[in-house]
């Protein structure tokens, strides 16, 4: 039976790869993007994201059996939390009515491994409380200092995956028996990444902070077949992960032990 799919940020990237895969298995897709796409808005915008689903689920006659939202952008601004968090978060809540109409509702979102990275608490905090005037404010700050700026994307995509977690547990996700989950990317060679990867510098900074070792950098196309497998009827019980599919760059800087914070002191 063919699915309906709404995908955010279809038009590029790991949006457009998902996409495309999944209209070639002979999905619906309705694109949202900022052009280029069955739904044009500006997901950086309360009134866009509104918009956005409004449309959306007019497009899909009320029914949505999957979001996927891969929107987003790496930039030392403010308006990276704008459309990595405040963008999927307030999109996905807004479209749960018509997920709810599907026999079997699932939503993936897409955050990073730039969540093991350094953020600004206060920023995550912030955006976990749906401030989004005080996020946006906390970001400006920090893009006054280019040490700081960076900040903005780490924080947006850590606040993503802590929502995940949150919500996907909830009455609203887990109650409606609804599947939420995220996907973590290592370096992922797409039109946002490429000018930085085209320089020695470039490239040799990227691969200190994301160390890949397995297959090193990655197509958009391993992330959407991860995307589709977790929107998939498939996947009936994985809930709140965030799953990082990134050549090996967790495991490299987590190590073999992320279980022992929860031991019981020995003698």
């Given at each position: ?220 196309s391993s992330i959407a077949e991860l995307l589709v497998w977790l929107t ?18 967790d495991a490299t800087l987590r190590g073999d032990d992320i279980w022992s ?7």
């Amino acid at each position: 039976m063919t699915r309906t799919y709404v995908v955010t940020g279809s038009a590029s990237g790991i949006g457009a790869a998902t996409a495309e895969l999944l209209r070639s298995r002979g999905e619906n897709v309705i694109g949202i993007d900022l052009r280029g796409a069955e739904v044009e808005a500006d997901l950086s915008t309360p009134a866009g994201r509104a918009d956005a689903a409004a449309s959306a689920i007019a497009r899909a006659n009320g029914v949505i059996d999957a979001v996927i939202a891969c929107a987003g952008i790496s930039a030392p601004i403010a308006k990276t939390m704008s459309i990595n968090y405040f963008g999927v978060t307030e999109l996905l809540t807004a479209l749960l009515p018509a997920l709810r109409e599907s026999e079997a509702p699932r939503a993936a979102v897409v955050s990073s491994m730039a969540t093991l990275q350094p953020i600004a608490p206060a920023l995550v905090d912030a955006a976990l409380a749906g401030d989004e005037a005080m996020a946006v404010a906390i970001g400006d700050e920090l893009a006054k200092d280019p040490r700081l700026g960076y900040l903005n994307y780490p924080s947006s995509k850590r606040a993503l995956s802590r929502w995940v977690r949150r919500e996907s547990i909830s009455p609203d996700w887990a109650g409606a028996g609804i599947p939420l989950n995220a996907v973590a990317p290592g370096t992922v060679v797409t039109p946002m990444t490429a000018e930085l990867l085209a320089s020695p510098e470039g490239a040799a900074m990227v691969d200190a902070a994301v160390p890949m070792p397995l297959n090193h950098h990655q197509p958009a196309s391993s992330i959407a077949e991860l995307l589709v497998w977790l929107t998939s009827p498939a996947n009936t019980h994985m809930a709140g992960q965030t799953v990082y599919c990134d050549g090996g760059a967790d495991a490299t800087l987590r190590g073999d032990d992320i279980w022992s914070w929860n031991d019981a002191p020995t003698a």
